[in-house]
């Protein structure tokens, strides 16, 4: 849904979030491990410290991590995105899900842990495809379109979404899906032109949208 980086150095990548791809060249990046605990996760962390690979758990780059210093989950796998309105539509679907699910564990459901290669695979196709890919449901083990899966996560989340007063920044969600994401539209503008002027031309119009400027 967040997919925003198809070109690197002037060139087409083939891949809608090529960020992925350039971020994995560092350390201690992807999808993390699962952790039974917290204090499992500090473990680990007291051990990279201790053994000289990192001064503070701020040098840990998972696509999803707690920060250190702030008390917060962070969710850094999405690029950064050129309209303010996605931006607050991703993170509204991303703290609406974390709401369902810190529900349902208070409800004691719990949740099945597929192996990382597994959910590697899926990473993969959401960075190459964007929305216009298959995800795999590992539970069904098939292949789902993307934009089904998107409306099922959209109804597994409207309770939540509704308790939280994010409805206006959530129906912004549809908009990206019928208009395409951000790698969507700077291709979109690759085609009409061949020109990368044109295309950063076209991410800086985005920028200004729905903005209100003096």
Same mark, same amino acid.
């Given at each position: 849904?967040?997919?925003?980086?198809?070109? @690197?150095?002037?060139?087409?990548?083939?891949?809608?979030?090529?960020?992925?791809?350039?971020?994995?060249?560092?350390?201690?990046?992807?999808?993390?491990?699962?952790?039974?605990?917290?204090?499992?996760?500090?473990?680990?962390?007291?051990?990279?410290?201790?053994?000289?690979?990192?001064?503070?758990?701020?040098?840990? @780059? @998972?696509?999803?991590?707690?920060?250190?210093?702030?008390?917060?989950?962070?969710?850094?796998?999405?690029?950064?995105?050129?309209?303010?309105?996605?931006?607050?539509?991703?993170?509204?679907?991303?703290?609406?899900?974390?709401?369902?699910?810190?529900?349902?564990?208070?409800?004691?459901?719990?949740?099945?842990?597929?192996?990382?290669?597994?959910?590697?695979?899926?990473? @993969?196709?959401?960075?190459?495809?964007?929305?216009?890919?298959?995800?795999?449901?590992?539970?069904? $083990?098939?292949?789902?379109?993307?934009?089904?899966?998107?409306?099922?996560?959209?109804?597994?989340?409207?309770?939540?979404?509704?308790?939280?007063?994010? $409805?206006?920044?959530?129906?912004?969600? $549809?908009?990206?899906?019928?208009?395409?994401?951000?790698?969507?539209?700077?291709?979109?503008?690759?085609?009409?032109?061949?020109?990368?002027?044109?295309?950063?031309?076209?991410?800086?119009?985005?920028?200004?949208?729905?903005?209100?400027?003096?």
């Amino acid at each position: 849904l967040s997919v925003n980086s198809p070109f @690197w150095v002037g060139q087409n990548t083939g891949l809608k979030g090529y960020r992925l791809k350039v971020f994995e060249r560092f350390p201690r990046t992807g999808i993390p491990d699962s952790f039974e605990s917290l204090s499992e996760y500090e473990d680990y962390c007291k051990l990279l410290v201790k053994t000289g690979c990192i001064d503070n758990a701020k040098k840990i @780059w @998972w696509d999803i991590r707690l920060h250190p210093f702030f008390d917060t989950l962070e969710v850094r796998v999405c690029d950064a995105q050129s309209r303010v309105d996605d931006t607050l539509a991703i993170a509204a679907l991303i703290q609406a899900v974390i709401s369902k699910l810190h529900k349902l564990l208070h409800q004691n459901i719990t949740f099945r842990i597929y192996r990382r290669r597994l959910l590697d695979e899926n990473r @993969w196709r959401a960075a190459r495809y964007g929305i216009d890919g298959k995800l795999i449901d590992f539970g069904k $083990e098939a292949e789902v379109d993307e934009r089904s899966l998107l409306r099922e996560l959209l109804e597994f989340v409207s309770t939540e979404v509704k308790e939280l007063g994010s $409805e206006k920044e959530m129906a912004h969600i $549809e908009r990206i899906i019928r208009e395409g994401t951000g790698a969507d539209r700077q291709l979109a503008a690759w085609e009409r032109t061949e020109d990368m002027k044109a295309v950063v031309d076209h991410i800086v119009g985005e920028t200004y949208e729905g903005l209100i400027l003096p």
